[in-house]
């Protein structure tokens, strides 16, 4: 009834088409749901009319004519006889399936006025019940049963319910004597059991007067093979107990218990469907779903309810309890209540099983047409045709051909259950719609049924499951096993349905509150994850020129966060917007070939340098923001046709280093493997020159989750000058990485000071000539003024760095305004004492704890040596520098700061490349960008003579906080 109540609601929210529960709860609570039950309802209802096409064979051959048998069962027992019914079964079970199927096909009209016919007969039984019972108060019928002791006999162990019998004045055994005893006379050696009691005959039906009731109200249930025994009774025990293989009394055939009854019990009660399964038949289902479930419910609750009490008031408990009838049969015990003849039940209960299954036949296929219409399962696509009039021709071939392996099973006992867990699965999944409908309060939510609750629907839901994990809970888990793989077939191969569903309402909800959530602070160190915000440029026919850098998205997204791939369309949006629709598909098809899982998002502006801005400021909603930048490397940034890309590029580095936003810069992305490759050895090297809150150690760790990297190995190189204990450096770092749970092996690499060579003034020449044709192609009038003051600035940067003692220990790569507030000269890049163990170890408190995940984290590069290297570079090689190039003039404005800083990157990128050259990849720290802007020419010389040589190089930039921790 709450299942109905339900049902009731939804079907008044709106027009109901065909497919009835089907199309409820695929409406309600989307295309995957609704599938995978419709389908096990389908099911259901289709193995359910075989059970009923084999219910009445049953009828057809035992009671009504059980000399058509083809397989004989005369003096049969056992098994033996059991498998002759079912052989019989099979054959008539084939042949009423293929009669009624006929009649289905021929057209539901003629379904119809059967139906009116066997409702006739249905009705008339039930009425002829009453009225037997009524009868039995006045004139109980005859119906004898002969007990031994408390012990139930069959009736076929005895012809008199006596030990012995008078015959002329003298004492007879009976056929019950020679069953228990080994002779026909008196003084015969007999069961203790039968000496010791006396046969006793009682009333099988003592009438609806006798008080019974009170004996049979409650369950008695047995193991399979105990003997139906009469309560009340006296009786002297049995030390030894009856022989297993006895044939004289009436014992239990099954272990029978509660919920083992109601699996098989169930599937009779399941009708309550059969008129939503036609709701594409009906002339106003919103009208007659509910009148017909509810009054339909309510007639049979009152019958069964009404029917259980009056049998248990007039019949015997050892009658009622015996199933197949081994000594009185259940069926003849019905018939024997009826009015005026046991044949009303027998013919009712003929044409009760047979418009039941014409009911199945009917509705299961138009059920499975109408999921095979909405095209959620491409295979039955074929199902949903039919004849002209809409009969389901296909679906009902379909239908009898599922039929029939059930009746070739013949013996549904065991099916029985999983028919229930199918049923039981759809009513849960009926309440669960309404009550989630209901709690949403959606504006289409507008059922014209007012008598519903959500409480209601909850309440039936939850009776559903319990009952099916009472019934049977390998049963109820096979079933949603079966639901579970339907669900995920539909979820990856059906075609996308968009209906408005519960489901979609429920996670916009969720996302709400989630989002809502996470506005109230930053993510835990703990639950940090690259949330990526992808820049890639597209061509003039709006497609991806770099298509590669989605695949690196695709195997850096292990740690499961937000990706957002962007890009800029220059123009208006009045005048561009075709043209960001086509990029924004060409970005969508590029995300689902390389199977990154994200959004897309275009930005029309008028030039690249905003719309790049534009996406790096409003990415994201609310807490759900980026984290991450991940760009690639501007190739050819020397061409003058590519300045522009470069100035976008520097300025993007400044932008994530304002915003604390970690960047990823993958050079020679072209080179970077596909999805599609595996690498079967060789090593990720991270080198390890600032510590960035652990962006360097967690990214290699995300890549080796991908099967592209899985089986490269992971090295860590710090760098260590001559005065650092390098020993200490490693081994603390090993430590550091045992308690990060990370697997890779560490190695410190030694530096020399030494002078700078003739190669590196030559790399510095070249750059700084570079930086001033550039300047003349470019700058205006006013910026080559402001050009000449900064050259100014270094030079007075040049002279207070002669003076060791006037220096401050500068940050570089420190966030925000850190890098913006200290001109570009006083950024030096050489290494500090145990930079990269100390980085870590200095964010644990002395009592344990760590820092804030906030707090800033301290970068590493400072002025260690600067003013040592600058007198040598100063003093000892520009007479080497004359000789070599005989380029004096440019000898005397070479920028000093520039010329220890490409010192610094040609001594690393040598270490590098000693220790890298084959490595699949090398992470590096990215220097922060230069303050000035006329140096940008001058950081990109430096960042490519750093990385000269390498094959595939990440550079990473940390995001100001830390990403990793040791606690758990």
């Not at 990214?699 to 650092?724: E, G, S």
């Amino acid at each position: 009834m709450l299942t109905a109540i339900s049902m009731s609601a939804i079907a008044t929210n709106g027009v109901v088409p065909a497919g009835g529960s089907y199309y409820m709860i695929s409406r309600s609570l989307g295309p995957e749901f609704g599938g995978a039950v419709g389908i096990c309802f389908y099911l259901g209802t289709t193995f359910a009319g075989a059970m009923y096409i084999l219910g009445c064979i049953e009828i057809l051959l035992i009671y009504i004519v059980p000399q058509a048998a083809i397989f004989k069962m005369e003096g049969l027992e056992g098994p033996e006889a059991e498998a002759a019914l079912l052989n019989n079964m099979r054959v008539y079970g084939s042949l009423v399936l293929g009669l009624m199927a006929l009649v289905v096909f021929v057209g539901v009209k003629y379904v119809n006025k059967l139906a009116l016919l066997f409702l006739a007969c249905v009705i008339f039984s039930i009425l002829a019940v009453y009225a037997g019972v009524i009868k039995t108060a006045i004139d109980p019928p005859v119906f004898p049963v002969c007990i031994l002791g408390n012990r139930t006999l069959l009736t076929k162990a005895y012809d008199v319910c006596a030990k012995t019998v008078e015959l002329d004045n003298d004492t007879v055994p009976t056929q019950l004597w020679r069953t228990f005893c080994d002779s026909d006379t008196l003084n015969a050696t007999c069961d203790e059991y039968f000496s010791n009691n006396n046969v006793t005959e009682i009333q099988g039906i003592p009438g609806v007067t006798s008080g019974i009731l009170a004996e049979n109200l409650f369950g008695y249930y047995l193991e399979k093979g105990v003997i139906l025994e009469k309560r009340g009774l006296a009786s002297v025990a049995d030390e030894e107990g009856p022989s297993p293989t006895s044939n004289r009394y009436v014992m239990s055939d099954i272990t029978s218990f509660f919920t083992l009854l109601v699996g098989i019990y169930f599937p009779s009660v399941t009708g309550i469907m059969a008129g939503s399964n036609r709701s594409g038949d009906l002339r106003d289902a919103q009208k007659s779903i509910p009148i017909g479930t509810i009054a339909a419910i309510s007639t049979t609750s009152i019958v069964y309810m009404s029917s259980v009490i009056l049998f248990g008031a007039c019949i015997e408990g050892v009658v009622l309890r015996d199933k197949f009838g081994e000594g009185v049969n259940g069926n003849l015990v019905i018939g024997t209540l009826a009015w005026p003849s046991p044949w009303v039940i027998v013919i009712g209960s003929f044409f009760s099983t047979c418009g039941a299954g014409l009911q199945s036949l009917t509705g299961a296929p138009r059920l499975l047409q109408a999921i095979s219409r909405d095209g959620i399962i491409p295979f039955l696509r074929v199902f949903g045709h039919g004849k002209a009039n809409g009969e389901p021709t296909w679906a009902l071939l379909l239908t009898a051909g599922i039929c029939e392996i059930g009746i070739i099973i013949a013996s549904l006992d065991a099916v029985a259950p999983i028919l229930s867990m199918f049923f039981l699965m759809c009513y849960m999944f009926v309440n669960l719609a309404c009550a989630l409908q209901t709690l949403l309060r959606t504006p289409n939510w507008r059922p014209r049924f007012k008598f519903y609750h959500w409480a209601l629907s909850f309440l039936g839901m939850t009776l559903c499951l319990s009952l099916m994990f009472i019934c049977s809970w390998h049963y109820a888990i096979i079933a949603m096993g079966i639901a579970t793989c339907i669900y995920k077939y539909i979820e990856f191969c059906g075609a996308e349905k968009e209906w408005g569903d519960g489901i979609r309402g429920i996670s916009l909800s969720a996302a709400r509150f989630a989002l809502m959530r996470l506005e109230e602070g930053p993510p835990h160190t703990k639950n940090w994850r690259p949330q990526i915000l992808v820049l890639v440029s597209v061509d003039a026919e709006q497609n991806v020129e770099q298509p590669r850098i989605l695949s690196l998205t695709n195997q850096l997204k292990a740690g499961k966060g937000l990706t957002i791939v962007g890009t800029n369309v220059v123009g208006t949006f009045l005048n561009n917007y075709a043209d960001a629709q086509r990029a924004d598909q060409s970005l969508r098809r590029l995300m689902e070939t390389e199977r990154v899982k994200g959004f897309s998002q275009v930005v029309i502006s008028s030039n690249l340098r905003d719309g790049t801005s534009h996406l790096v400021q409003v990415g994201g909603l609310g807490g759900l923001k980026h984290n991450t930048i991940l760009v690639s490397w501007p190739q050819n940034w020397k061409h003058p046709d590519s300045h522009l890309r470069l100035k976008d590029f520097v300025e993007v580095v400044r932008e994530t280093t304002i915003a604390s936003l970690a960047l990823l810069v993958p050079k020679n992305i072209a080179s970077y493997p596909s999805n599609g490759e595996r690498f079967t050895e060789g090593h990720i090297d991270v080198w390890w020159i600032v510590h960035d809150g652990g962006m360097l150690m967690l990214l290699p760790f995300l890549l080796r989750q991908h099967k592209v990297w899985r089986k490269c190995k992971m090295r860590i190189f710090t760098v260590a000058q001559m005065d650092d204990n390098s020993i200490q450096m490693k081994k603390d770092l090993i430590t550091f990485l045992y308690h990060l749970r990370i697997d890779a092996a560490v190695e410190v690499v030694e530096m020399h000071d030494s002078d700078v060579s003739a190669y590196t003034y030559e790399k510095t020449l070249v750059m700084e000539q570079r930086t001033q044709i550039l300047k003349q192609m470019h700058l205006t009038k006013n910026e080559k003024e402001r050009e000449i003051q900064s050259i100014t600035d270094v030079s007075r940067g040049s002279i207070r760095r002669k003076n060791p003692t006037s220096l401050r220990v500068p940050q570089i790569g420190e966030e925000g305004a850190s890098v913006a507030e200290r001109p570009e000269e006083e950024i030096h890049l050489t290494l500090t004492k145990n930079s990269a163990p100390t980085g870590h170890m200095s964010h644990n408190t002395p009592g344990g704890g760590t820092a804030s995940p906030d707090c800033e984290v301290q970068r590493t590069w400072t002025d260690k040596g600067g003013a040592k290297d600058q007198s040598q570079a100063s003093a000892g090689k520009p007479e080497a520098g004359k000789d070599l190039f005989n380029m004096k003039p440019e000898w005397e404005h070479l920028n000093q700061f520039n010329l220890r800083r490409m010192h610094t990157a040609l001594r690393l990128n040598e270490v590098i490349l000693k220790k890298s050259k084959e490595a699949k990849l090398v992470l590096l720290n990215m220097p922060g960008p230069p303050k000035n802007r006329m140096g940008d020419e001058n950081y990109m010389e430096f960042l490519e003579v750093l990385t000269e040589g390498l094959n595939r190089v990440l550079l990473v930039r940390g995001g100001g906080r830390e990403v990793i921790t040791i606690y758990s």
